[in-house]
């Protein structure tokens, strides 16, 4: 009759776990890859330098963390979402639908997006937009005429760059990097090679003409990472050609076996994208539940301690970690303070 | 007629001298064995293939470099950090000061500045305030510590950085090597056995030096439980009840049926499950080992409902009718006769369905126990089910992840450690069997 006496005891064991456990006293975070190696050294500092537990920090992607984010409001529901983009007016909307109308956007820096390749690999040195677009682009404009793309070597397209295959390894669109990626490179590649203006002049709404410039071509030469930027970098140790987009801090944690390329002439570095130089870099942010506030332990505490100086200003463990500081910290930090929501205010 | 057979077959056979036909079979035997031998041989390959390549890689893992300096600390001194936002900075500050004095005064050859220093150290801050937290009265008298230095001059130690494949960054400068040489022959800088890496809990991306699985051994401990203490007697009910009470129709041939199938449902679904049921809908809460343990039970119960039935039907039925011929009833022969003798297998099928579900990672993702989850030990049994806390495997993936290839090291290293536990666990199961298994 063990066997009852224990079930009985797991049950009342089940019981007290969970009666005990309506009060939670952790910040759940949850949402981008790309800010997550960011707010988990803040969770680590913020559980050693304050009197308040360690936050819970998952990953998953920027959409899917928003997603979880806009499930409603309670201590099931996780209190902040890292997104490596902006908030979209969709899922503000179906935030709303299921009661969490009260967001705080707070944007802690910016994260440029690197092409590298393999250290010992062929010289990829310097790009342009226009070489990404021609190389992975799913239509491109060759002698004046819109075809599919045949490109199989870099040097086709451009004789200064190395005679070597083409093989792209490019964040997968569940990725906020994806966005970016296809914003500042493939468009404006698009759009500076003649490929839109080619597009547009062959009936083509603005629209149409947009999505098609940013279709990526299917044929095996560029291919789309869901994982982390591990499985990127392990595509391009096995591939001497290859060529992947990373995050400056990946990168920077990783000189030994990447070597980076220029894009439009520009290397990057904290400093080429605190300044704008450097093309390719995107904001960071996260989102607060307001109405979490005062209800989680901590929850403001943790916010504030992410956007101060001392961590996410220049000089900071975050900035020496590859993050760009935002030069309008102050701002954040006061919108913090206040508990400003998107929409009120400015 | 028989000799017109015989003839007419394959003509005269003699035992003495083998025919085409015998050496045909023999060689085909032969052949066969060869085969075998191969498949085994190239089985063996890959094992030691595998095994070279896991402890190659984790070694490491298990050994860190250590700063040893003794430090003082005023009582103005912490009061002064106390009184900032950012305190581990303020701790590590001083130390590094203290560390620059002390080179100066021993006098190094090599040039350095603080920077150099600041490099070469992990980070110290959180160590150092904790310790002064707990021992206040150590405040003003020196203390010997010996603190982790960073990932990096790891790398330098184990040989995983080069002096040639070093370019500058601001983690480390090919110079800062020289600095490291010097501390290594004065014994300031020494590497060590990394008691950490096994108690510890999960660190920073950009502290790899505080890494440690130990918290996630606890967490993957109290799933176990969980697992153990809801799986084993509902299997085994359940299977008792569908082997020896259960009538044959065709009610109780959809439940088998079903019940084979979901022992081949990919674990993810059960993550999904877990989501819906037990946070969304029963508000448990998220990340916590409870979840994680009630998640696997349903992934486990199949395959313990399936091996007990197995070890059910293998009790001869002259055991159950000696029973019943005696005057016992159905329910004293299956507990006083069957259950007793069928308990090896039982047993066997646990730990072999436990040590599955304690290498699982997928259905751990969507519950929350996947991610950066740095809680540390729980306080309390109870609190063990219900703080967030992470597992074995999780854990070894999320450091998989990450940017700093010092961290790859310790995903190996947590692999030795669950592949330690997965081997007892098996090896358990062995001795149980060769223990308690009767044969007829």
Not at chain 1, 157 to 180: C, Q, W, Y
Not at chain 2, 276 to 298: E, K, N, R, Y
Not at chain 2, 323 to 340: C, D, I, R, T
């Amino acid at each position: 009759m063990s066997f009852m006496k224990m079930t009985a005891s797991t049950l009342a064991i089940a019981a007290v776990s969970a009666t005990a456990a309506a009060a939670r006293d952790n910040v759940q975070v949850a949402g981008s890859s790309t800010v997550l190696p960011y707010a988990s050294i803040v969770a680590e500092l913020f559980g050693e330098n304050t009197d308040f537990p360690t936050p819970v920090v998952e990953s998953g992607g920027s959409s899917a963390g928003l997603k979880r984010f806009c499930e409603g409001v309670g201590e099931n529901t996780i209190d902040v979402a890292n997104a490596s983009r902006a908030i979209r007016e969709k899922e503000i909307q179906a935030c709303a639908d299921n009661g969490v109308t009260d967001i705080i956007e707070v944007r802690i820096g910016y994260d440029g997006i690197v092409f590298a390749s393999q250290q010992s690999g062929p010289e990829f040195t310097a790009f342009e937009p226009t070489d990404i677009f021609n190389a992975i682009g799913a239509t491109v404009l060759k002698d004046g005429e819109l075809v599919e793309n045949t490109h199989e070597t870099w040097s086709e397209f451009n004789s200064e760059l190395p005679d070597a295959e083409i093989a792209m390894f490019i964040p997968g669109t569940k990725h906020g990097t994806r966005e970016v990626f296809e914003e500042k490179v493939l468009l404006v590649g698009c759009e500076e090679t003649g490929a839109m203006q080619a597009m547009l002049d062959s009936g083509m709404s603005e629209d149409e003409a947009e999505d098609s410039c940013l279709d990526v071509r299917q044929d095996g030469k560029s291919v789309d990472i869901d994982g982390d930027y591990t499985e990127t970098l392990a595509r391009i140790d096995a591939n001497t050609n290859g060529i992947g987009v990373f995050g400056l801090a990946f990168y920077e944690n990783n000189t030994d076996k990447l070597k980076v390329a220029t894009m439009s002439g520009v290397a990057p570095s904290t400093e080429t994208i605190a300044s704008g130089e450097y093309p390719v870099s995107r904001p960071l942010f996260f989102y607060v539940k307001k109405a979490h506030i005062g209800v989680i332990p901590g929850l403001k505490e943790y916010a504030q301690f992410f956007v101060a100086d001392e961590i996410a200003g220049p000089g900071g463990p975050l900035s020496n970690y590859g993050l760009v500081a935002d030069p309008e910290l102050a701002e954040t930090q006061a919108k913090v303070e206040s508990e400003e929501t998107m929409g009120s205010g400015s | 007629m028989t000799d017109a057979t015989l003839s007419g077959g394959h003509g005269r056979s003699s035992l003495t001298t083998t025919d085409a036909n015998t050496k045909r079979r023999n060689a085909a035997e032969k052949r066969f064995r060869a085969y075998g031998l191969t498949a085994i041989v190239i089985g063996l390959f890959f094992l030691v293939v595998l095994f070279v390549s896991i402890i190659r890689s984790g070694l490491p893992a298990f050994t860190h470099t250590v700063v040893e300096m003794e430090f003082t600390l005023t009582q103005a001194q912490y009061d002064e950090a106390e009184d900032q936002l950012f305190k581990t900075k303020a701790y590590s500050n001083l130390f590094i000061a203290q560390l620059q004095a002390q080179l100066e005064e021993r006098g190094m050859e090599v040039e350095f500045d603080e920077a150099a220093i600041e490099r070469l150290l992990g980070k110290v801050g959180g160590n150092l305030r904790e310790y002064y937290s707990a021992n206040q009265n150590r405040l003003g008298e020196p203390v010997q510590f010996s603190l982790s230095a960073s990932s990096r001059v790891d790398g330098y130690f184990n040989g995983r950085v080069t002096r040639e494949a070093l370019q500058d960054s601001r983690f480390l400068m090919a110079s800062d090597l020289d600095l490291v040489d010097a501390l290594r022959n004065a014994g300031i800088i020494r590497s060590e056995f990394n008691w950490n890496f096994i108690t510890g809990a999960d660190s920073g991306v950009d502290n790899p030096g505080g890494a440690g699985i130990g918290a996630s051994v606890i967490g993957s401990f109290f799933m176990m439980l969980v697992v153990l203490v809801l799986s084993l007697p509902i299997g085994v009910a359940a299977s008792i009840y569908l082997e020896e009470f259960a009538p044959q129709n065709r009610f109780t041939d959809l439940i088998e049926v079903n019940i084979s199938n979901l022992a081949a449902v990919p674990s993810i679904v059960f993550g999904i499950l877990g989501l819906a049921v037990f946070i969304q809908f029963m508000h448990l809460p998220q990340s916590a080992p409870l979840v994680g343990g009630l998640v696997l039970t349903l992934m486990t119960l199949p395959t313990i409902i399936i091996s007990t039935r197995a070890s059910l039907k293998s009790v001869p039925p002259s055991i159950r009718d000696a029973a019943l011929g005696v005057g016992a009833s159905k329910m004293q022969a299956v507990f006083h006769h069957v259950l007793p003798l069928a308990m090896p297998g039982i047993l066997t099928g646990t730990i072999i369905g436990l040590a599955q579900a304690l290498g699982e990672t997928a259905p751990l993702l969507l519950i929350g126990m996947v991610g950066f989850v740095a809680r540390g030990y729980p306080d309390g049994f109870v609190a063990g089910f219900t703080e967030p806390n992470s597992a074995m495997p999780a854990q070894i993936y999320t450091w998989a992840a990450r940017a700093d290839a010092s961290f790859y090291e310790k995903a190996w290293g947590g692999i030795i450690i669950l592949l330690v536990f997965l081997l007892t666990m098996n090896i358990i199961a062995i001795i149980l069997r060769r223990r308690f298994e009767r044969r007829w």
